[in-house]
C-alpha cells in the first residue's frame, strides 16, 4: 500500500501540484510543433533532392546539380545532428535574431531530408524500367513520367522506411532543448528540477513519445493499406 | 513514312546496329526476325529513340529525330509502343491506364478519353475489366491492354518489341488476333517477333537482321520459300 502511495505522492507532485501538467503540455506542443513540420519539411527536400538528382545525373550540361545533391548527402549524413542543430540555431540567431523553434524546425528538416533523399532514391530505382519506358513511349516527358507513373509507385514501395525515417525524427527531437527550446523532454526537465525527482517527469516524457510513435505507426499502417489497394487481387 | 540512314548503335565497345539504311511505307506491316543479340530490338527501339542512335540519322514524316532540337515527346504520340513485359501501370486503373496520356497532356478531355477507353476496351471485349488493376489480369489480357492504351494516342505508327514472347502460349493467340485486326485497319505496323506464322501471315515486308544489319528481305510468300542468305536459311532450319 505504502508502495502505491509512494507513486501516487510521485506522480502528483510531478503532475498536478502547482498545475505542473501545463509545463508537459506546452512542451508537448512544441515536440508536435516541431515534428509536424520538420517531417514535412524533410520529406520535400528529400523527395526533391532524390528526383532532381534522377533528371540531372549524368546528363550533359546539368550534371552538377546531381553533384551538389550528393554533397548535400554526404554533408548531413556526415555530421551529428546536435552539432548541426546548434550550429544552425548559432547562424540563425546571432544575424537574424529568430526564434529557436524556427531553427529547431529547419536543422531538423533538413537532417531528415537527407536520409528522405537516400530512401527516396531507393524506391526510384526500385521500379522496373520499362515503367519509365513506357511513360515515355506514350509522349509523356521526364518529369510528368517521374510524377505520374515512377513516384506514386516508389512512394508505396518505401513506406516503411519513410515511416521508420519519421519516427526516429520525432525521437531525435528531444535534443531541441540544446537551444533553449522547452520541449517534452526540456519540460520535463524542468519539473524535475523543482521537485528534486527527475525520474518521474522523465517517465512521463518517456510514455508520452511512445504514444506518438503508436500513433505513426497506425497513421503508417493505414497509409500502407490504402496505397496497397492495387495489389489485392 | 519513317526513313532510316546509316543507322549505328553501340553500347561502350559493343557494336550492335552496323549501319542499317531503311524506308518503311505508310501502311505496311515490316515483321523483323533474326536471332537473339542480331540487333532488332535495339533497331526498333531507336525508331521512337527508347535508344538513342550512335550515328545515323532517322526521319519520321519529314521531321528528324535525330535531330538535337527535335521535340522527342510530340514525335513519340504518334509512335505507339508495345512491350514484352507490357509495363502497364500497376498502380491505376486499366481505364486509367489508357486515359492517362491523352488527358495529362491536353490532347482529350477526361470525359473524351473515358469515352475513347471505353470503345477500345469494348473492342477487344475487356470493357468489364475498366476498374480492375492490371495485376489482376492474365497475360494476354495485360497485352491487349497495353496495344489498347497506345492506340488511345491515336498513333500513325505502332512498334511491337516481341508483344508475344513474355506469354503463356495458350494466350499468344489472342494478342496476335487484336494485331492482325490492327493491320487490316491499316494500321502501319513494324514488329519484332519470333512468331512465323503472324509474319508470313500479316507481313507485308519480312526482315531478317544478323549482326546488326538487315541481311535480307522481302514478302513473306518468297522470303519463306526460297531464302537465299545461308544464315537466313540457318535460322529458319531453326525455327520452322
Known amino acids: 500500500m505504502d508502495f502505491f502511495l509512494g507513486i501516487w505522492d510521485a506522480i502528483d507532485k510531478a503532475l498536478i501540484r502547482e498545475n505542473r501538467y501545463e509545463f508537459y503540455l506546452s512542451g508537448i506542443g512544441n515536440t508536435l510543433l516541431i515534428s509536424l513540420f520538420a517531417v514535412i519539411l ?18 550533359r550540361g546539368i550534371g552538377w546539380i546531381a553533384k551538389i545533391c550528393d554533397l548535400y548527402v554526404f554533408v548531413i549524413r556526415g555530421t551529428p545532428v546536435l552539432v548541426q542543430l546548434l550550429l544552425i540555431n548559432a547562424v540563425l540567431f546571432n544575424y537574424r535574431g529568430a526564434n529557436a523553434i524556427v531553427a529547431a524546425v529547419l536543422c531538423f528538416g533538413i537532417n531528415s531530408g537527407a536520409y528522405v533523399a537516400e530512401i527516396v532514391r531507393a524506391g526510384i530505382e526500385s521500379i522496373d524500367k520499362g515503367q519509365t519506358e513506357a511513360g515515355r513511349s506514350l509522349g509523356l516527358g521526364a518529369g510528368q513520367t517521374m510524377w505520374l507513373i515512377v513516384l506514386p509507385q516508389a512512394i508505396k514501395n518505401i513506406l516503411p522506411a519513410l515511416g521508420n525515417e519519421f519516427i526516429v525524427l520525432v525521437k531525435e527531437t528531444s535534443i531541441a532543448g540544446y537551444i533553449a527550446v522547452t520541449d517534452i523532454t526540456k519540460a520535463a526537465q524542468y519539473v524535475g528540477s523543482k521537485t528534486y525527482d527527475l525520474i518521474t517527469p522523465l517517465l512521463i516524457a518517456a510514455a508520452f513519445y511512445l504514444i506518438l510513435v503508436f500513433v505513426l505507426t497506425k497513421l ?4 500502407e493499406r490504402r496505397l496497397g489497394k492495387s495489389d489485392r487481387r | 513514312m519513317i526513313d532510316v540512314k546509316d543507322l549505328c548503335k553501340s553500347f561502350d565497345n559493343l557494336h550492335v546496329l552496323n549501319g542499317i539504311n531503311e524506308h518503311i511505307y505508310k501502311g505496311e506491316k515490316v515483321v523483323i526476325i533474326g ?39 510530340l514525335i513519340r504520340r504518334k509512335m505507339g509502343m508495345v512491350f514484352q513485359h507490357f509495363n502497364l501501370f500497376p498502380h491505376l486503373t486499366i481505364k486509367k491506364n489508357i486515359t492517362l496520356a491523352p488527358v495529362k497532356l491536353g490532347l482529350m478531355t477526361k470525359e473524351e478519353a473515358d469515352a475513347e477507353a471505353m470503345r477500345l476496351l469494348e473492342r477487344v471485349g475487356l470493357a468489364d475489366k475498366a476498374d480492375a488493376y492490371p495485376p ?8 491487349r491492354i497495353a496495344i489498347v492504351r497506345a ?37 502501319t505496323m513494324v514488329v519484332v517477333t519470333h512468331e512465323m ?8 515486308r519480312v526482315m531478317f537482321m ?17 531464302p537465299k542468305n545461308p544464315r537466313l536459311k540457318d535460322f529458319l532450319s531453326k525455327v520452322l
Open chain 1, 42 to 59: 524533410g520529406f520535400l527536400i528529400g523527395a526533391f533532392v532524390a528526383v532532381v538528382k534522377q533528371l540531372c545525373a549524368g546528363r
Open chain 2, 136 to 143: 489482376q489480369l492474365s497475360g494476354g489480357q495485360k497485352q
Open chain 2, 35 to 73: 536471332p537473339s543479340g542480331s540487333g532488332k530490338s535495339t533497331f526498333l527501339r531507336c525508331l521512337n529513340l527508347m535508344e538513342k542512335p550512335t550515328s545515323g540519322s532517322i526521319c519520321v514524316e519529314g521531321e528528324y529525330i535525330t535531330d538535337r532540337k527535335a521535340n522527342v515527346n
Open chain 1, 220 to 223: 503508417q499502417k493505414l497509409l
Open chain 2, 151 to 187: 492506340l488511345a494516342m491515336k498513333p500513325d505508327v505502332m512498334l511491337f518489341d516481341e508483344p508475344t514472347s513474355a506469354l503463356d502460349p495458350e494466350m499468344v493467340g489472342e494478342v496476335l488476333d487484336l494485331m492482325k485486326q490492327l493491320a487490316d485497319d491499316g494500321m
Open chain 2, 210 to 226: 544478323s549482326d546488326g544489319q538487315i541481311v535480307e528481305q522481302g514478302p513473306p510468300d518468297e522470303f519463306f520459300a526460297n
Open chain 2, 197 to 204: 506464322g503472324f509474319a508470313r501471315e500479316v507481313a507485308s
